[in-house]
């Protein structure tokens, strides 16, 4: 994923935070947090085997 809005695609995640005119329906940001890109790839995101009596 990249952030838009300039000239240098960022690689990473941007959340914000907004307060909303619930009248004028105007946003104002709040807070902006930015994530980095993770540095290990996960190998699965399998869930492991049940092992509930009912599965087994």
Request: aromatic residues 6%; contains cysteine; hydrophobic residues 25%.
């Amino acid at each position: 994923m990249t952030t838009t809005g300039s000239d240098i695609p960022r690689l990473g995640l941007t959340i914000s935070v907004y307060r909303v005119d619930t009248k004028t329906g105007d946003r104002t940001p709040i807070k902006q947090y930015e994530t980095a890109p993770s540095s290990t790839v996960e190998a699965s995101h399998v869930f492991p085997p049940c092992t509930c009596p009912r599965c087994r």
